[in-house]
C-alpha cells in the first residue's frame, strides 16, 4: 500500500508515534511518504520504502502569519497525484485533519476520491481543540475523516464527551520499538552517577505545567530521606528556571542532575531504578511505556490513559494527581530490594504486550477497512 503520513516533525508523542509507524510499514514492504515542514526528528535513516515531501511555505508582506494549511493541503495534493497514494493518516488534528479535508475535496474534482485516516494523539482534543477558535473545524474534520483512531480508551471519551462526533473512533494504542528501546549494559554510567549504590530514578518531559515536574521534586526529596538516590531529569521546557529553584529551596542540588533533551533516552532508562510521571494529563503515556521497555517501574498519576498502560501494584503504582506523599510512599515500597526485582520484571513484561510487532497488524487492517468502505461507498 502507498500512505501519506502527515505529522508534526518535532520531538513531541505524536510526531515520534507517526514516524515510528511510517518506519515499521515501511519495513512490511508498504511505501510511506511523509508530508510534512522539515524532517521528522526520527526519521533518521532511509530506505526504499521511505520518501519526505517538504512543505514548502513562501511568506509575502500581506500575511502577518504564513498560510501553512494552505500550503499542506496543496503539497499533499501533489504528493496524492504523482505518487498514486491509497490513503492519507493524519496524525494531530490541528491543522492535519481539516487540511487533508481539503486536499481531498480538490482532489475529488480530478476524479480522485483519497481515504482520509485521523489519529488523534491528546492535546488536540484535551487542550488545544477545546479552544473557541478551533472547536468548530476540529469537530468538522474529524467528522469528514473516512477513519478515526485515538491512542486511548481515556482519550476516546474524552473526544466524544466534548465534541459532537458522529464517526466511530478506533482505539489503536501507542507502540514500542523493542529493538531500540531495551535494558543496555551500561553499568559504567550508573557507576559515575551512583558511586556509592544509590537508587536511580528518572523522570523525561518537556518541563510544561501539565508535567507537574515540582511534584517530581518533590517525591524525591522525600524518598532521597529515606533510600539513598539520585535524580535525573530528561528534557526542557517553560519550567526549568522555577524547577532548578525548587532544587535549591530544598537543598538537592548535589543529587539531582539535569541533562536536557536527548535522543538517546534510552541508555539513561537503562540504569534507572524508578520513572516518575505525576502529570495532570496524559493521552497515554509514552514516555512510560519506554522506560516499561527498558525494565524500569513506573510511579504514575491516574491521569488521562496512564492507568490502561500501568497495571497498579504490578508494574507500578498509580496515584491521584498531586498526591505527592501517597506517590513518595509507593515510590520507596518499590525501590525496596525485596521489592525491586518483581517491579521491574513486571515492567517488561507489561512493555511486551505493546510491542510494534502486535500493534501494527491492527493499523494495517483498519486501512484496508478503511479503504474497502471507501471504495464501496464510491460505488453506490
Partial sequence: MKIG???YPTFGGSGVVATELGKALAKKGH??????????????????NLFYHEVGIRSYPLFVYPPYELALASTMVNVVQYEKLDLLHVHYAIPHASAAYMAKQILKTQGIDIPIVTTLHGTDITLVGKDPSYAPVVTFSINQSDGVTAVSEDLRKDTYKHFNITKEIEVIPNFIDLERFKKQKKDHFKTAICPNGEKLIVHTSNFRKVKRVEDVVRIFSKVRKRIPSKLLLVGDGPDRTQIERLCRELSICEDVRFLGKLDTVEEVLSVADLFLMPSEKESFGLAALEAM?????????????????????????VSPIGDVKQMTERAVHILQEENLQAFKTNALKRALEFDVANILPMYENYYNRVVEENKLQNQK
Fill in 5 to 7: 503520513i502527515v505529522c
Fill in 31 to 48: 511505501a510511506i511518504h511523509f508530508i510534512t515542514y522539515s524532517q521528522p526528528t526520527r526519521l533518521d535513516f532511509l530506505s526504499e
Fill in 293 to 317: 521497555a527498558c525494565e524500569v517501574p513506573i510511579i504514575s498519576s491516574n491521569a488521562g490513559g496512564l492507568p490502561e498502560l500501568v497495571q497498579d501494584g504490578i508494574s507500578g503504582y
